[in-house]
């Protein structure tokens, strides 16, 4: 499974995250380093993009000599990046796309520009099988007050579907929604544990990712992403001084 993400030198969130949720589901990363932070648990205070050329030759390196089954994209770094992975996608249209639309840190950190924005809006948004923001990303994404207004407004827009994410909310359980053009919206939902961690949104994109790579349909792989995230959760590390850390290393399934 293919994934193009930035690096946290923390390991709680990114290109890590990714890696350890695909293994731990068994599945084998393809890690492509898409953008360099300056981080921990606290917060992301400066980002460098890699360059685009070098991603291209690894993506075509990678697509020659391995089997892709999907991909999952986090930080993408700038919009030369995005046109390089658009590139490489529009070759392989039936390749899953599982797309975690990175913006800003917890902490307030800014991790994506207005070009690339738009580039990935114009060129992944469509392209993705989902979508994958929490509620501020989603509001900021569609231009609306409101989650629901937004997703229809990105479906709008071309999205094939949209997963609002509810770990930044409130109350004592995590409420997820898919909206699907033409579907009615499916909610899961899961105990709320804690307050917020470092790095659960790369965890559950990783995983459904790795589900939808293994064969699961959508809704099933966000099923056992979930299951996943939540028995990571109840692992968590206290890793520094800022938000604990999903272990993406426990038992799966987790343990009770």
């Not at 089954?69 to 039936?94: H, Y």
């Not at 994506?112 to 509001?139: H, Q, S």
């Not at 809704?219 to 520094?240: K, P, R, S, T, Y």
Request: glycine share 12%; charged share 20%; proline share 6%.
């Amino acid at each position: 499974m293919l994934i193009l993400s930035g690096l946290d030198p923390s390991g709680g969130a990114g290109l890590q995250a990714d890696i350890q949720a695909v293994t731990a589901l068994g599945g084998h990363p393809l890690p492509v380093l898409s953008c360099l932070t300056v981080q921990d648990t606290r917060n992301v205070y400066n980002a460098a993009p890699v360059d685009a050329d070098l991603i291209r030759q690894q993506l075509e390196a990678l697509a020659g000599d391995c089997r892709i089954d999907a991909v999952k994209t986090g930080a993408m770094g700038n919009a030369a990046v995005v046109s390089v992975l658009a590139d490489f996608l529009d070759q392989r249209p039936d390749l899953p796309l599982i797309l975690d639309p990175v913006i800003k840190a917890a902490g307030g950190g800014d991790l994506a520009d207005e070009e690339l924005l738009t580039a990935m809006k114009t060129r992944l948004f469509p392209r993705a099988e989902v979508i994958t923001p929490n509620g501020i990303e989603l509001t900021m994404l569609g231009d609306r007050e409101s989650e629901g207004a937004a997703a229809d407004a990105l479906m709008h827009q071309g999205c094939a579907g949209v997963l609002a994410t509810g770990g930044h909310g409130t109350g004592p359980t995590i409420t997820n929604a898919l909206y699907r053009p033409e579907h009615p919206v499916r909610y899961w939902q899961i105990e709320r544990v804690g307050g917020e961690y470092h790095g659960t949104g790369c965890t559950l994109a990783a995983a459904i990712a790795a589900g939808r790579a293994a064969g699961l349909t959508l809704e099933d792989a966000i099923e056992q992403a979930q299951h996943f995230v939540a028995g990571a959760i109840n692992h968590a590390l206290a890793v520094g001084q800022g938000q604990p850390v999903p272990d993406r290393g426990a038992a799966w399934p987790g343990e009770s």
